[in-house]
């Protein structure tokens, strides 16, 4: 009930001028991430105690990595300033909706909040359209683009019931 009280408490905050300046910097990111070369026209900011504690543009075409998202890329920045694998209390400032992929960065990281300029369907209209993702899932897995088969679960199961009764292991 509490997050449910935030989350309708955000949705109808206004716009704080410190917002704004972050979130100028995540469109700056984009725009000379593409000059430079990078990649596409994506940038991404983190920011704890009003501080940027993490920057990333996108850098799939430069660095031939198809993970290497704005949104991925200033997580990892951040984690590591940060020495955390968790980004708590963090505000991600996205110049892009972000796409599947990194929505699940994003939640495995758990900042508090999320800001985004452009959309989903903004992308989509500048050729980045991720819909198709989206319509995978709810596809049964032998009628995905990609197939997947399910293999030697026996076998893999072991390294989880070993997992379990590991003492002194780090949870996240
Ligand atoms: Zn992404």
């Given at each position: 009930?509490?997050?449910?009280?935030?989350?309708?408490e955000?949705?109808?905050?206004?716009?704080?001028?410190?917002?704004?300046?972050f979130?100028?910097?995540?469109?700056?990111?984009?725009?000379?991430?593409?000059?430079?070369g990078?990649?596409?026209?994506f940038?991404c900011?983190i920011?704890r105690?009003?501080?940027?504690?993490?920057k990333?543009?996108?850098s799939?075409?430069?660095?031939?990595?198809?993970?290497?998202h704005?949104e991925?890329?200033?997580?990892r920045?951040?984690?590591?300033?940060l020495?955390?694998?968790?980004?708590?209390?963090?505000?991600?400032y996205?110049?892009?909706?972000?796409?599947?992929?990194?929505l699940?960065?994003?939640?495995?990281a758990?900042?508090?909040?999320?800001?985004?300029?452009?959309s989903?369907k903004?992308?989509?209209?500048?050729?980045?359209?991720?819909?198709?993702?989206?319509?995978?899932?709810d596809?049964?897995y032998?009628?995905?683009?990609i197939?997947?088969?399910?293999?030697l679960?026996?076998?893999a199961?072991?390294?989880?019931?070993?997992?379990?009764?590991?003492?002194?292991?780090t949870?996240?």
């Amino acid at each position: 009930m509490i997050v449910l009280h935030k989350k309708s408490e955000f949705n109808s905050q206004k716009m704080t001028e410190q917002q704004k300046i972050f979130m100028k910097m995540a469109i700056e990111l984009s725009q000379k991430g593409m000059d430079l070369g990078k990649g596409g026209p994506f940038g991404c900011i983190i920011v704890r105690n009003g501080e940027v504690i993490g920057k990333g543009s996108n850098s799939v075409s430069s660095t031939n990595d198809p993970t290497a998202h704005a949104e991925v890329m200033a997580i990892r920045d951040a984690c590591k300033n940060l020495n955390n694998f968790q980004l708590e209390d963090c505000d991600i400032y996205t110049s892009c909706e972000p796409c599947p992929m990194c929505l699940g960065a994003i939640y495995w990281a758990r900042p508090a909040r999320v800001f985004y300029a452009n959309s989903k369907k903004d992308a989509a209209k500048a050729g980045f359209d991720d819909q198709f993702i989206y319509d995978e899932l709810d596809l049964p897995y032998h009628q995905r683009k990609i197939p997947f088969k399910q293999i030697l679960a026996d076998e893999a199961k072991i390294v989880f019931e070993n997992w379990l009764k590991k003492e002194n292991k780090t949870l996240y």
